[in-house]
């Protein structure tokens, strides 16, 4: 066998069991007598001494090679107080699986701090790093929580497509593909998709899905292509989608501090779960800013900026923002009944970052011809989908939560290509 465990799945309990386990040399030490590598594996660390006496003179001359060669190790389980996590190997047999015949370009180790753009153009190699190996296993966490939570409420998972022959939200911002002898896209959102399966009799779906937006962003927050986990649902409103996205992303939260502790602490992050998801108008928060000398339009969105004198003021990680300004928001959402000027959107925010956004959509097809003439979208290049509102659209609602996103913020990132497994942005196509 290639291995028979992994590093944290070796405790003192196995002391003096044979074990076979393989990974990368993380770190290696020469003390004379004893020789220490320290292998690394997707679960964590474990040390290997080699005493001489103990172990073989011929074991003990084949730990000498360069930080990050492949190696297998068979060896015996020694519980040692003194070692991390209360045990260590004493080598057997080591193999060499691939010798390093090119130098890595940076410190795996964190001890010599390495450039972002580096890191990335050697992403292969970056994410050995223990740090990135916790970011993606909270992340994995994250996507796992949300299809957990949404199936436990009742949500069939769909995959819709990832090719349009237009905008989704009426932007202009799109990657072309080449379909044959038609004009297509990269969706820049499965909006439109999502409802039609409402519409198609489906009622509550859910989905995790990528989306393409060609925006010239050069940002910590934006990439040009992210992942998102979406929900519709039909014969409701705004409040009950709010209702379900608090739940949901609580859940999130809970998931992953409650299994991911040891990533959490790798990363040096605690995560807090709050007993509920408050909610604040658009309105009562352009005042909340005002009155503390932060100047905002009414009719403006948020800036960065916006977003953290609120996390400052309101001391809320988590809430909601609701009633927004009709003309900032997606053409599909549903105006109030006694304010067009406002409509029934709303955003989730964590940690002083949009992370979600949502609306409930207008369901009416004459009111959603005149929405989408009122920005200056063409009707007839929605036809398909003005023409299923006419033929039994009911009251529905949803939102999209971006996984990048609310994993830079429970992992506490500076950057979203951090979390994102081969980012993509304006400059960045390989590797």
Excluded at 298 to 315: A, I, N, P, V, Y
Excluded at 326 to 339: H, I
Excluded at 369 to 378: F, H
């Amino acid at each position: 066998m290639m291995r028979t465990h992994y590093a944290r799945e070796v405790t003192p309990v196995l002391n003096g069991q044979e074990v076979v386990v393989a990974g990368w040399a993380h770190e290696l030490r020469d003390l004379g007598k004893l020789r220490f590598i320290i292998l690394r594996d997707r679960t964590g660390l474990i040390q290997i001494t080699g005493k001489r006496g103990v172990a073989s003179d011929e074991v003990i001359e084949k730990m000498k090679f360069p930080k990050e060669t492949v190696i297998q190790v068979k060896a015996k389980v020694k519980a040692e107080p003194q070692a991390p996590g209360g045990r260590e190997l004493i080598p057997l047999e080591v193999t060499v699986l691939n010798s390093i015949t090119q130098a890595i370009p940076f410190e795996l180790t964190g001890k010599v701090p390495a450039d972002l753009d580096v890191r990335l153009d050697n992403r292969s190699v970056d994410l050995r790093r223990l740090e990135n190996q916790a970011i993606f296993r909270v992340k994995t966490e994250l996507l796992r929580a949300f299809r957990e939570k949404t199936t436990q409420l009742g949500f069939q998972e769909i995959i819709p497509t990832c090719i349009a022959a237009a905008s989704t939200e009426g932007g202009t911002n799109l990657f072309p593909v080449v379909y044959f002898d038609k004009e297509a896209f990269l969706v820049q959102s499965p909006q439109l998709y999502k409802q039609l399966a409402v519409i198609g009799g489906m009622d509550k779906v859910m989905m995790t899905v990528p989306v393409f937006r060609a925006e010239p962003h050069h940002t910590t927050t934006h990439l040009n292509e992210v992942y998102q986990m979406d929900i519709e649902m039909g014969f409701a409103d705004h409040n009950d989608a709010m209702d379900v996205i608090s739940a949901t992303f609580l859940h999130m939260l809970k998931s992953a501090r409650d299994n991911c502790g040891e990533d959490l602490k790798t990363l040096g992050v605690e995560v807090k779960v709050p007993e509920d998801v408050k909610r604040h108008t658009y309105s009562d928060l352009v005042k909340l800013l005002n009155d503390n000398g932060v100047c905002m339009e009414w009719g403006e969105d948020f800036s960065r900026d916006h977003e953290k004198h609120l996390l400052d003021l309101l001391k809320e990680d988590v809430y909601l923002i609701t009633k927004w300004p009709t003309k900032v928001r997606a053409f599909y959402s549903m105006p109030c009944e006694d304010n067009l000027e406002i409509c029934n959107a709303y955003d989730l925010m964590y940690k002083g970052l949009e992370i979600a956004s949502g609306a409930q959509r207008i369901h009416l097809p004459d009111l959603l011809i005149e929405a989408l003439k009122k920005r200056g979208l063409n009707p007839d290049s929605f036809e398909f989908y003005v023409k299923s509102f006419r033929m039994g659209a009911p009251p529905h609602a949803g939102w999209s939560i971006g996984l990048e996103r609310a994993t830079m913020k429970v992992c506490e990132r500076a950057n979203i290509r951090e979390v994102a497994l081969f980012p993509r942005d304006r400059t960045r196509l390989t590797p």
